[in-house]
């Protein structure tokens, strides 16, 4: 009996029964109420962890089954029957065998992102819209991190002139550095220059759709605002729309205000009918806000060897008003 009492007078400390003051009733419930509150927190950050252990994992496999399907990949030259074909009309587009399987597990792979010296070594996918995949993986089953996707809009996979002109890409910010977690590494600010040197050392990032294989030079990389109450003007760079240069979006509107915000000019040289590719991600001086960091694509018959003694920081370089952003 007398360790039945016991265990009643524990468990009585905590929940609230007709003999306690309102005070000590006051405190059992708050007590209570911030028990369910760390129990909880601590069930989400289990998940959490758990999903990201599952998406880094899953991102593995793919990254080996991509692998292994490029190693064995051989090329295939065109019969002399074939080669006169293609005078008269287009050659048929062939996927690339290491996009086969993929496709084959997802019919939503678009092609596949890399960016050497980083954790970017992904599977792109694309569908209707651009909510899909911000909350799942690659075979649609729920999860965080979510899965890197090039934007609804643009046309990835067709001849390379009916291609948009600025493919958008987009990708978590994952603290583990999945995603588009280590994009961040090109990031350069007036107050720290460090990432430069990462810069000089990887100035190039690779990206297939289902049919070729490109290679893109970076032109820019900068932090934006995302909404017009973010600057004194109210008005904002939307480069997630320069999809296709027209009328509304001029490709020189664009190609100046990437030059006036990048950190630090490439010396790469961008030309009219050049196609670009653009990969964005959260970042974190303010919300929100956007990291981006853009590519030209290497033309025909041009070296994807980069002459970064060219590039040099950009010191009047455009960057989000912090001031005003803080404190208006």
Known sequence: ??????????????????????KAI?????????????IVSIIILANYFVEQSRNKKLNEELIEQHTTIITSETTTVPTETETEATTTEPPPLVTL?????????????????????????????????????????????????????????CVVNDYNDNQSDNIIIYGHNQADGTMFGTLNKYKVKSSNTKNFEFYLEHPTF????????????????????????????????????????????????????????????????????????????CSNEFEPSRFVVIGRRVRDGESAEVDTSKASINEDAKEPDLNFIYYQ
């Open 97 to 153: 065998a290491s996009m086969e399987q993929l496709l084959s597990e997802n019919p939503d792979t678009a092609g596949w992102i890399k960016v050497d010296g980083t954790y970017i070594d992904n599977v792109v996918v694309q569908t209707e819209d651009n909510d899909y995949y911000l909350t799942r993986n690659f075979f649609g089953e729920k999860s965080q991190p979510g899965t890197v996707f090039a934007d609804y809009r």
């Open 26 to 38: 006051a405190g059992k419930i708050v007590f209570l109420i911030a028990l369910v509150v760390l």
């Open 206 to 281: 690779e990206f297939s759709n289902l049919y070729e294989e490109y290679t893109y030079k970076i032109v820019a990389a900068f932090v934006i605002e995302v909404e017009p109450y973010q600057t004194r003007d109210g008005i904002i760079f939307d480069y997630h729309n320069y999809i296709v240069f027209n009328s509304q979006r001029p490709f020189d509107t664009f190609v100046d205000n990437i030059m006036e915000r990048t950190a630090y000019n490439t010396g790469v040289d961008i030309e009219e009918g050049d196609k670009f590719l653009t990969l964005s991600t």
């Open 1 to 22: 009996m007398a360790k039945h009492s016991t265990n009643e007078s524990f468990i009585g400390k905590f929940i609230p029964n007709k003999n306690d003051s309102p």
